[in-house]
T-cell receptor, first 116, second 109 residues
């Protein structure tokens, strides 16, 4: 079981470019969650998705950020026109509907985004 | 406003020196209190979920407890490999986790 796979591990973008972060959940997991960790801050919830549906995006900035989890393929977090303040570690987690009690949420190793 | 506060921010222990990490939370309608361990450059690794006051869970040298306002992570006779950042998170939605900033633990031989 490969766990939650995120890529790339490190991403450098110039201000104004687009960043695409990918997350493949654990096998058998149909729920995906994105979190952002700013320097010296705790992890902050961004969005919760199930296949082809956004369940809760209350933690997503209103502009420039979007997320999807298509029927086929990984979940994508997309940041348009990046600014220096977007520099952070972005973590994806996954779960099934029934294993949250015993196994919580399984996190990937994250994508470190640096905006220069 | 929902808040999760962890203390201390950093803790240095000698191998074998037991201690406790604190997590205070103000979350309306708690639906789970989570403990994770995070190593540098890695994602959080799940340790425990607690659901109701009085509940306790154990795993090797770690024991988590929950009251109506706090959770404690007790570390008994720690080893250097227990060095990591320990994260506490509370959820009132059943899925979104509200994390504290963590306690950075260093265990020296």
């Amino acid at each position: 079981n490969a766990g939650v796979m995120q890529n790339p591990r490190h991403l450098v973008r110039r201000r104004g470019q687009e960043a695409r972060l990918r997350c493949s959940p654990m096998k058998g997991h149909s729920h995906v969650y994105w979190y952002r960790q700013l320097p010296e801050e705790g992890l902050k919830f961004m969005v919760y998705l199930q296949k082809e549906n956004i369940i809760d995006e209350s933690g997503m900035p209103k502009e420039r950020f979007s997320a999807e989890f298509p029927k086929e393929g990984p979940s994508i977090l997309r940041i348009q026109q990046v600014v220096r303040g977007d520099s952070a570690a972005y973590f994806c987690a996954s779960s099934s509907s029934w294993d949250r009690v015993n196994y919580g949420y399984t996190f990937g190793s994250g994508t470190r985004l640096t905006v220069v | 406003e929902d808040q999760v506060t962890q203390s201390p921010e950093a803790l240095r222990l000698q191998e074998g020196e037991s201690s406790s990490l604190n997590c205070s939370y103000t979350v309306s309608g708690l639906r789970g209190l989570f403990w994770y361990r995070q190593d540098p450059g890695k994602g959080p690794e799940f340790l425990f979920t607690l659901y109701s006051a009085g509940e306790e869970k154990e795993k090797e040298r770690l024991k988590a407890t929950l009251t109506k306002k706090e959770s404690f992570l007790h570390i008994t006779a720690p080893k250097p490999e227990d060095s990591a950042t320990y994260l506490c998170a509370a959820s009132n939605s059943g899925y979104a986790l509200n994390f504290g900033k963590g306690t950075s633990l260093l265990v020296t031989p």
